[in-house]
């Protein structure tokens, strides 16, 4: 059986996709699949950090593509998750280093090895985004509920549905205090604009700040709330029907008298 | 015909204006929020500004002033000659010395020249005081243009492991023939003081750069992101205060080391801001 190739991509930067990348990639692991994690941000990676993997690196992805070593050596495993590996971006070259082809090839191999083939992309619609879409059999995007995000997330929908790539939404760092009090868009006005399936709601933690430079995946933390909204889109993933969450919270008095609105 | 972009370059004595790149590596960190608002608080100050969006395909800029109704042309017109400087530039609808340059949407990074791009500086930089470049995501090509016409750089980074080593990567690639300044963006005093996110110090003992300024995190500027209404421009927030501090610095008629926030008092928090 082949594997699952996934591009998580967003157009705009700082919306959450490398944090995407490693806690959805965790809490399928975390379930029993083999999950490989891609870096494709050649130049930029980020990913090892997210992981805390940064010390443990010794290929890169660029030295898999030329041949310079193997593809097992390059793979960095977790070491909370041993069904969970990664593979590093090479640091101080650049994206041009990789071809389309090459990519695609190398997303392939990677697929024999495992179930689940999630590809961190670079910002943008360059050459990077280019190269990481390329082996993906099926994308999220991941957007905040900010205008500009939005527009960008828009543009990057077209290009997926130009390549034919079915793609799933996740609206990342919600502030349900903020939608109420109409300062954000809420997940409903999100998937109006883009017209896509929405995969997941995640909102807005500080707690991820923390673990993100800390390298631990917030999955892993047990008693997170967050470990628990990744679980779910792990689950609706594999196909099952999760109903979302819904962070319309309850309001001051409701939270008083005991309801849940 | 008569040439019709009025005002060129024989009949006004030539400016010699300033090219400020804005960039940061990582995506998201706050560069087109920080190109707007440094933008409208040396605009209101009464010098001349022009903000160009370098992020062909993927335009941010316009929305963040809310221009982006009156957007027209951009960069690709007038660098291909389908339109003048003159009809590219929007006057923002607040500050009359304000100019937008937009980028193209529908185009690609790759079909800009970088050498026509580098020139189109230079003649901004023969009329406008200042002219700020807004730098997309990444280390391609996009990148590459944003910084060619620059001779001065802010770096803009939030407080967090993978801002830095992007921000120390972008410093790098920015080389030694520019002035590249840092401005620390999002910070949460409550976290740092928690160790949950790093300092200040923590930030700039890797980057070591001048420190133009800080700016709190802080929910208004998505707000004002999303309204298009730049917070520098709001007399009463605090955090457009950040901004017209930092547009001071740049224009060099404020030193000294600048402030960082700090966490609000119990009773500030109970009779709001003392500002």
Do not use: W
Request: charged residues 25%; negative net charge; aromatic residues 4%.
């Amino acid at each position: 059986m082949s594997a699952r190739r996934i591009v998580l991509t967003s157009g705009k930067g700082g919306v959450g996709k490398t944090t995407t990348t490693a806690n959805v990639g965790a809490a399928l692991a975390k379930r029993g699949h083999r999950v490989v994690l891609v870096d494709a941000d050649i130049g930029l990676r980020n990913l090892d950090l997210v992981l805390g993997v940064e010390k443990r690196i010794v290929f890169d992805l660029v030295e898999v593509v030329e041949g310079r070593c193997q593809i097992r050596q390059a793979l960095i495993k977790d070491k909370r998750l041993d069904n969970l590996a990664i593979l590093p971006a090479a640091q101080t070259r650049d994206k041009t280093a990789v071809s389309e082809l090459q990519f695609a090839q190398l997303v392939e191999q990677l697929g024999e090895l495992c179930d689940y083939v999630l590809i961190d992309c670079p910002a943008g619609i360059e050459h990077g985004f280019r190269n990481a879409i390329a082996g993906a059999n099926e994308a999220i995007v991941v957007t905040t509920p900010e205008v500009s995000a939005i527009r960008d997330a828009d543009r990057v929908i077209g290009k997926l549905h130009e390549r034919g790539l079915p793609l799933r939404l996740i609206v990342n760092r919600l502030r349900p205090e903020m939608v109420r009090s109409g300062d954000m868009l809420s997940v409903d006005d999100v998937t109006d604009i883009l017209s896509a399936e929405l995969l997941g709601i995640v909102p807005d933690d500080e707690e991820v700040i923390d673990t993100t430079n800390r390298g631990e995946p917030v999955v892993l933390q047990p008693e997170s709330r967050l470990a628990a909204i990744y679980d779910k889109i792990a689950r609706r993933l594999e196909g099952e029907v999760v109903p979302f969450t819904t962070f319309g919270a309850p309001g001051f008095f409701a939270r008083i008298f005991g309801k849940a609105s | 015909m008569i040439e019709q972009e009025a005002p060129a370059a024989s009949a006004v004595p030539r400016k010699r204006g300033r090219a400020i790149v804005v960039t940061s590596g990582k995506g998201g960190v706050g560069k087109t929020t920080t190109t707007a608002n440094l933008g409208a608080a040396l605009g209101a100050s009464g010098a001349s500004v022009v903000l160009v969006d370098a992020d062909v395909g993927l335009r941010n800029l316009d929305i963040v002033l809310g221009l982006e109704a009156r957007v027209r042309h951009h960069v690709l017109d007038v660098l291909e000659g389908s339109a003048t400087l003159d009809d590219a530039l929007v006057t923002d609808k607040r500050v009359p010395t304000l100019r937008l340059l937009a980028a193209a949407q529908t185009r690609e990074k790759d079909e800009v020249d970088t050498a026509a791009f580098r020139d189109l500086i230079a003649s901004l930089r023969d009329r406008f005081d200042y002219v700020l470049i807004d730098c997309p995501a990444g280390i391609e090509k996009g990148f590459a243009n944003a910084i060619v016409g620059a001779d001065e750089a802010i770096v803009v980074c939030t407080p967090e492991v993978s801002a830095v080593r992007d921000a120390d990567r972008v410093v790098g690639l920015l080389g030694d023939g520019r002035s590249v300044k840092l401005i620390v963006n999002r910070l949460r005093p409550a976290l740092v003081r928690k160790g949950k996110m790093l300092s200040v110090d923590d930030v700039n003992a890797i980057l070591r750069l001048p420190l133009l300024g800080v700016i709190a995190d802080a929910p208004d500027v998505i707000v004002s992101t999303n309204k298009g209404e730049p917070v520098a421009l709001d007399a009463a927030s605090p955090v457009g205060e950040a901004y017209r501090l930092i547009a001071q610095r740049v224009a060099g008629t404020l030193t000294g080391e600048p402030e960082i926030p700090r966490e609000r008092t119990f009773f500030e928090k109970l009779f709001g801001s003392l500002r």
